[in-house]
């Protein structure tokens, strides 16, 4: 497709559980970003990708919280022993050198 | 940290009348995007100002960039109910980061 894919769209997991978000960016797009958006707020910065590598994770709330691209393309966003305070919509967005970033559809996660 | 306001939070108008959201940095932004978020959508990108007191205009929008470069605005002529939705200003911090505002949720009533 020509835009950004995120699977699951919707993702109910309990507490304490594993969870994976998978991001397929625009094809060619080298910068890939994810970002957290609770409801009524903006999104919030979590992590951004140039390339393969994670050029800047500092968004990322704590250290349950890892993403990885191995191969410059697909971003798995991935959540360990989750907490309710996680529930929110996961935002990814792909950009080439313009700046301009292209959004997802989100993965809306809740944790029960 | 950096931040990034935006005011006001909510705003109704009646269909027809003007709207302005403005938005507000706390450090000097290399550039500044806005972003409309349709009510159960995702954030998409409208523009990109990078130059100091830049103007830009998409036919009833228009985009002011300030002189120094920590704010912006973006005002709406004889808004229509297609423009509802939040609006979003957006910029980047420490090369990598991307800060967005807090939004601007408009109503229009018909």
């Known amino acids: 497709g020509a835009g950004v894919s995120q699977t699951p769209s919707n993702k109910v997991t309990e507490k304490g559980k594993y969870v994976e978000l998978r991001c397929d960016p625009i094809s060619g797009h080298t910068a890939l970003y994810w970002y957290r958006q609770s409801l009524g707020q903006g999104p919030e910065f979590l992590i951004y990708?140039?390339?393969?590598?994670?050029?800047?994770d500092s968004g990322l709330p704590n250290d349950r919280f890892f993403a990885v691209r191995p191969e410059g393309s697909v971003s798995t966003l991935k959540i360990q022993r989750t907490e309710r305070g996680d529930s929110a919509v996961y935002l990814c967005a792909s950009s080439s050198a313009t700046d301009t970033q292209y959004f997802g559809p989100g993965t809306r996660l809740t944790v029960l | 940290g950096q931040q990034v306001m935006q005011i006001p939070q909510y705003q109704h108008v009646q269909e027809g009348e003007d709207f302005t959201t403005y938005c507000n940095s706390s450090?000097?932004?290399?550039?500044i995007q806005w972003y409309k978020q349709r009510p159960g959508g995702h954030p998409v990108f409208l523009i990109q100002?990078?130059?100091?007191?830049e103007v830009k205009k998409q036919k009833r929008l228009t985009f002011q960039f300030g002189e120094a470069k920590k704010n912006s605005s973006l005002h709406i002529t004889a808004t229509q109910t297609t423009d509802v939705g939040t609006y979003f200003c957006?910029?980047?911090?420490?090369?990598?980061?991307?800060?967005f505002g807090t939004g601007t949720s408009l109503t229009v009533i018909p």
């Open positions: 990708f140039q390339g393969t590598g994670a050029a800047d």
């Open positions: 450090t000097t932004l290399s550039n």
């Open positions: 100002l990078v130059k100091s007191g």
């Open positions: 957006a910029g980047p911090h420490t090369g990598n980061q991307f800060y």
